[in-house]
Nanobody, 121 residues
């Protein structure tokens, strides 16, 4: 069973920074892809950034140049460094761990409970 525990959310002023962390239990972390999603009120959940087991990264256009995703396999932890935060970044941020078989197309997802990020003056 995989459990994901997020931390690091909070209230920050526009232009400020936060770092989110997500610690994963279990022994599959190093072979898993990891991602951060967010969901603002009244909107669909969207992918913010992800990082493969090989450390390839992908970002939604709205956060490119401001957010950085990274992982520490020794600590079973993925991070999201968020700089130059804007009010439109306000959302609940969810950690995602996924196992994907490119040959069969099967994907298994695990989710954290979410952490609130509020950007406001």
């Amino acid at each position: 069973q995989v459990q994901l525990v997020e931390s690091g959310g909070g209230l920050v002023q526009p232009g400020g920074s936060l770092r989110l962390s997500c610690a994963a239990s279990g022994s599959i972390f190093s072979i898993s892809g990891m991602g951060w999603y967010r969901q603002a009120p009244g909107k669909q959940r969207e992918l913010v950034a992800d990082i493969t087991s090989g450390r390839s990264t992908n970002y939604v256009d709205s956060v490119k140049g401001r957010f950085t995703i990274s992982r520490d396999n020794a600590k079973n932890t993925v991070y999201l460094q968020m700089n130059s935060l804007k009010p439109e970044d306000t959302a609940v941020y969810y950690c995602n761990l996924y196992l994907a078989n490119v040959r069969t197309g099967v994907r298994i997802d695990y989710w954290g409970q979410g952490t609130q990020v509020t950007v406001s003056s």
